[in-house]
T-cell receptor, first 115, second 112 residues
Framework: NAGVTQTPKFRVLKTGQSMTLLCAQDMNHEYMYWYRQDPGMGLRLIHYSVGEGTTAKGEVPDGYNVSRLKKQNFLLGLESAAPSQTSVYFC??????????????FGPGTRLTVL | GENVEQHPSTLSVQEGDSAVIKCTYSDSASNYFPWYKQELGKGPQLIIDIRSNVGEKKDQRIAVTLNKTAKHFSLHITETQPEDSAVYFCAALWSSASKIIFGSGTRLSIRP
């Protein structure tokens, strides 16, 4: 099993450009998450999904949109990139909701730079 | 709001010595506390966790302690080895909101 994969690994955007980050998992997990990681700030939840066709806002959702059209994929979109969105983005998945103490499995990350 | 503070931000120890990382949380309703290890260029990986009804948990060289009264928990790594060098994140889960808050991370370096 590949686990959680993310595409692309690196990307440089200009301010105002748009892009989509793709996350895929082959563990048949119900829950998927998008985080951003910034120096000295740990991981912050952007959006998450509790199942196919459903999404919800996390801690820092502004400027991002997500879609979960298929159970195994979770897409993160930036419609108009800003320098403040320069970060490392991690996708994660888990079998059930976190309240069930289910382990999150993380992807390798996407390093995004917005100039 | 909910918050998790983690200290220190960087830690350097001699190989073979012990390392301790401490976290405090703000909301007494949190009931699950995982620790993640992030190696360079990789995503975080769960290494140990503890539930609120347990005071201590050990897995080989790694242990976690929880003090619910003081609202703090700690990661202890004994007999440190070069492969322990990584960034470690603590986290606290608020089951009422089904969300997890991460600490800011500790960069652990093991000196040969």
């Amino acid at each position: 099993n590949a686990g959680v994969t993310q595409t692309p690994k690196f990307r440089v955007l200009k301010t105002g450009q748009s892009m989509t980050l793709l996350c895929a998992q082959d563990m048949n997990h119900e829950y998927m998450y998008w985080y951003r990681q910034d120096p000295g700030m740990g991981l912050r939840l952007i959006h998450y999904s509790v199942g196919e066709g459903t999404t919800a806002k996390g801690e820092v959702p502004d400027g991002y949109n997500v879609s979960r059209l298929k159970k195994q994929n979770f897409l993160l979109g930036l419609e108009s990139a800003a320098p403040s969105q320069t970060s490392v983005y991690f996708c994660a998945s888990s079998y059930r909701r976190l309240a069930g103490y289910n382990e999150q499995f993380f992807g390798p990350g996407t390093r995004l730079t917005v100039l | 709001g909910e918050n998790v503070e983690q200290h220190p931000s960087t830690l350097s120890v001699q190989e073979g010595d012990s390392a301790v990382i401490k976290c405090t949380y703000s909301d007494s309703a949190s009931n699950y506390f995982p620790w993640y290890k992030q190696e360079l260029g990789k995503g975080p990986q769960l290494i140990i966790d503890i539930r609120s009804n347990v005071g201590e948990k050990k897995d080989q060289r790694i242990a976690v302690t929880l003090n619910k009264t003081a609202k703090h928990f700690s990661l202890h790594i004994t007999e440190t080895q070069p492969e322990d060098s990584a960034v470690y994140f603590c986290a606290a889960l608020w089951s009422s909101a089904s969300k997890i808050i991460f600490g800011s991370g500790t960069r652990l370096s093991i000196r040969p």
